[in-house]
């Protein structure tokens, strides 16, 4: 005879083997397409930001969450013409709070130094098509978005 065991939001089923050999007769719940927690791309189908999108890498969550939606928002909902440029003083605000927590947000050189290059950072070092052994070394190195004065 089966028993059930509740955990918190989960519950455990333990089954006897005679049980587990009978066909299940389990009927699957079509997916809801309004699901805000179904993964399914930054953008959702409202137009709304998916927060809860692997692709952001958890920045919509930590201690700098709240003023990276408020600066990616801004961002996103942009109308001006030249995209974003109002939202300046929130994607400063978040700037000085990964400042604040340089182990959670670590600097790119930071990064490249412990070796943590991600795997898009690793595919556009490895796609570059001018090899870096042919810069001179007195060039100085292009900005980014990120280390530009946002």
């Given at each position: 005879?089966?028993?059930v065991?509740e955990?918190?939001?989960?519950?455990?089923i333990f089954v006897?083997k005679?049980e587990h050999?009978?066909?299940?007769n389990?009927?699957?719940v079509?997916e809801?397409?309004?699901?805000p927690y179904e993964?399914?791309?930054?953008?959702?189908?409202?137009?709304?930001?998916?927060?809860?999108c692997?692709?952001?890498?958890?920045?919509a969550?930590?201690?700098?969450?709240a003023?990276?939606k408020?600066?990616f928002?801004c961002f996103?909902y942009?109308?001006e013409?030249?995209k974003?440029?109002?939202c300046l003083?929130q994607?400063?605000g978040?700037?000085?709070?990964?400042q604040?927590y340089?182990?959670?947000y670590?600097?790119e050189d930071?990064k490249?130094t412990?070796?943590e290059?991600?795997e898009?950072e690793?595919?556009?070092q490895?796609?570059?098509?001018v090899?870096?052994?042919s810069?001179?070394?007195?060039?100085?190195?292009?900005?980014?978005?990120?280390?530009?004065s946002v």
């Amino acid at each position: 005879m089966s028993s059930v065991k509740e955990e918190g939001k989960d519950r455990v089923i333990f089954v006897t083997k005679e049980e587990h050999q009978t066909p299940s007769n389990a009927e699957l719940v079509e997916e809801d397409p309004d699901d805000p927690y179904e993964e399914r791309g930054l953008i959702l189908p409202n137009g709304e930001i998916n927060w809860n999108c692997p692709c952001l890498g958890g920045m919509a969550s930590g201690p700098c969450g709240a003023s990276f939606k408020e600066a990616f928002s801004c961002f996103h909902y942009s109308k001006e013409e030249v995209k974003g440029s109002e939202c300046l003083e929130q994607f400063r605000g978040m700037q000085e709070c990964m400042q604040r927590y340089p182990e959670l947000y670590p600097e790119e050189d930071e990064k490249e130094t412990r070796g943590e290059l991600s795997e898009m950072e690793r595919h556009d070092q490895a796609s570059s098509p001018v090899p870096s052994s042919s810069i001179p070394a007195d060039t100085p190195p292009p900005t980014t978005a990120s280390e530009s004065s946002v």
